[in-house]
């Protein structure tokens, strides 16, 4: 278990799934975290199930697709905790399965297209853009993107993957401009991760999808001390997806 006790943490995406996860994990830890969505009432209601922890959370509604709206959260962030020290930025989705549309690319309405490339990489880019001052005036932090691992084999969610991949860029990039103010940024690129049923249908080398533990305590690791010389690299947690399926 890491120790994040009186940290500042903000996590987008936090209402449901691993963002909702890892926030809980981060109060455990004694990590005080603005919980960002654009549901409201999601990000309420974990902040009122998280009252008993260590921790901190602070509920916040925002839409990662409006900029002022991402930096309220980090004004609201450093208002509440007095610095932001860690960023995760969980907030994406495939928009075919958020909309529930299956139609194939050649037949995609361009809106979600358009909503496919937002809320997964420009998203990402407005929350990091947001903090970074922040970071910046209190001597540094770490910036965590999440990938996956459509954006390194390629799929039929075309919008998604283009997305997915850029994160890659995002976070070197992102790495090259914050070392000299000690802010690191790193990229976890998930595979099959058993927050719905399917995924576990998806083939593995293991055999298997990772447990959402997993995903999270990685990501607490790479955002503790103990990974500080981590900068500008992408880590698959993919059960070796990558590599292909098992075969014998």
Partial sequence: MENFKGKSIIVSGAALGMGNLITREFAADGGNVLACDINQEGVEKLAEECSTLPGRVVPCRADVLD????????????????????????????PGRIFKDPAPFWERKVELLDFGIDVNLRGALYFDRAVFPVMKKHGGGVLVNIGSIVGVTG???????????????????????????????????????????????????????????ELTGFI??????RAKSVTGSSHLMDCGKACGSRTV
């Avoid at 980090?74 to 969980?90: M, S």
């Avoid at 998604?160 to 103010?181: C, D, H, N, R």
């Avoid at 607490?220 to 001390?225: E, H, Q």
């Fill in 67 to 94: 900029f002022a709206s991402v930096c309220a959260a980090a004004e609201l962030a450093e208002k509440e905790f007095g610095a932001i020290d860690i960023l995760i930025n969980f907030a994406g989705g495939a």
């Fill in 155 to 213: 799929s039929g969610a075309v919008e998604y993957s283009a997305a997915k991949a850029g994160m890659e860029g995002l976070t070197k990039s992102l790495a090259i401009v914050g070392a000299p103010f000690n802010i690191r940024c790193v990229c976890v690129i998930p595979g099959p991760v058993l927050t719905r049923p399917e995924m576990a249908k998806m083939a593995t080398l293991q055999g298997r999808a990772a447990e959402p533990e």
């Fill in 220 to 225: 607490r690791f790479l955002c503790s001390d």
